[in-house]
């Protein structure tokens, strides 16, 4: 597998490291704000599933329109650099918040950048290696990803411990934003041949039927799949000390980034499917366990080690099936699809899932997310296809 690794183009290792840095960034602040929120700004779980669902929405309509653009225009690199560009020197200003609203605000902002970038990226990685590399391709892509994702609480974590305010260490993410920008000049466009683009249309039907499955599929799960910081809360709620925060996240990001590589080359001699099914049940199960948790602390640390397990299983898979279903003059605009589902569905899920939490009980809200995953993987493995060749035979089907 490390020989495989080691053999992927240098567009792959290049946006792999971009992410790396980015996401030392972003995890810097990530894991930090529901704290922020709670005890800074006193907001709570409704506000911080307003805050994520709609950011994550409104922020999701760019990724289609900018992974369409891609394709009609041929071109990827500008938009992949304007999007990593903005997140970056967005993410900081949440220091400067003095309501829950700024903190929308930045956050609004910083998943516009996502939205500018993620799309176009991803077909820049589809269009850069082999179709037999692609589960692996997007793993590697995800494990510096998530191995960035580590960085970054360490970072957090090691600034509280000396002292710093949450503030100051949002500041300091400017850092590693920086560099972001000045690595992204280094990418180059992709060859793509120049074909007719096909007209766009809004009700799908331009896309293979098998695609057009998957996505509903994957808009049932991600109706459960509400924001992680979620998990960081009830983690908070159960007893875990604000400085170890960050660590628990730092654990669940390592974890995938060990485990992401050979979970999604495996993707790449079977079918995908397997993976993402299995993955989806681990999801359900947690799900289920984490709202019955009593507040034990030390029983966070494996049950957020078996969710970075869950990361693995899916995060590379997931994104190669969509590979799998489209020709690669479409690729832009199948991620702009998938983002724009698993992204706009965040608001409804987050949303949902903040009132269950206040109104109900955190174990109603976990429950139902439980619920959604074991439906969309019965679905999955039922109804989207039955083996991985008739997947990618029915990417000709319309």
């Given at each position: 597998m490390i020989r495989d690794a080691l053999s992927l183009p240098r567009t792959i290792w290049l946006l792999g490291l971009v992410s790396l840095v980015n996401d030392s960034a972003s995890d810097m602040i990530y894991p930090l704000v529901p704290l922020y929120l709670a005890s800074v700004l006193m907001a709570g779980p409704k506000a911080l599933g307003l805050i994520e669902g709609l950011a994550e929405a409104l922020g999701s309509v760019l990724k289609l329109f900018a992974g369409v653009l891609a394709d009609r225009l041929r071109r990827m690199r500008g938009w992949v650099i304007a999007g990593y560009a903005l997140s970056g020197l967005v993410r900081p200003l949440i220091a400067l918040s003095t309501s829950w609203l700024g903190v929308l605000a930045c956050r609004f902002?910083?998943?516009v950048g996502k939205g500018l970038r993620a799309a176009p990226r991803d077909a820049l990685l589809t269009l850069s290696v082999a179709p037999n590399q692609r589960g692996l391709a997007f793993g590697l892509h995800r494990a510096m990803d998530n191995l960035g994702a580590v960085i970054g609480p360490l970072i957090a974590a090691g600034l509280l411990g000396l002292g710093f305010s949450l503030r100051e260490v949002f500041f300091w993410a400017i850092v590693p934003a920086l560099l972001v920008v000045v690595l992204t000049l280094f990418i180059h466009e992709p060859e793509r041949a120049t074909l007719k683009a096909k007209p766009f249309r809004w009700d799908l039907s331009d896309q293979p039927r098998a695609l057009r499955r998957y996505l509903l599929v994957l808009a049932l799960f991600t109706l459960g799949n509400s924001s992680n910081m979620f998990l960081l809360l009830r983690a908070r709620e159960l007893g875990l000390g604000e400085a170890q925060v960050p660590l628990i996240w730092a654990l669940v990001c390592g974890v995938a980034a060990l485990a992401g590589p050979p979970l999604s080359a495996l993707s790449d001699r079977i079918d995908r499917r397997r993976l993402i099914i299995v993955g989806w049940a681990v999801y359900a199960v947690f799900y289920l366990a984490f709202g019955l948790l009593p507040a034990q602390p030390w029983l966070l640390w494996p049950m957020?080690?078996?969710?970075?397990?869950?990361?693995?299983?899916?995060?590379?898979?997931?994104?190669?099936?969509?590979?799998?279903?489209?020709?690669?003059?479409?690729?832009?605009t199948a991620f702009g699809w998938y983002n724009l589902v698993t992204g706009v569905l965040l608001l409804p899920a987050s949303?949902?899932?903040?009132?269950?939490?206040?109104?109900?009980?955190?174990?109603?809200?976990?429950?139902?997310?439980?619920?959604?995953?074991?439906?969309?993987?019965?679905?999955?493995a039922f109804w989207v296809g039955a083996q991985r060749g008739a997947f990618v035979e029915g990417a000709a089907e319309t």
């Open positions: 902002g910083d998943r957020f080690a078996g969710y970075g397990l869950f990361l693995a299983a899916t995060e590379g898979a997931e994104k190669a099936l969509v590979a799998d279903l489209v020709p690669g003059d479409q690729a832009g949303l949902l899932f903040g009132w269950l939490w206040s109104d109900v009980t955190p174990l109603a809200a976990f429950a139902f997310g439980s619920a959604c995953a074991l439906c969309a993987a019965l679905l999955l």
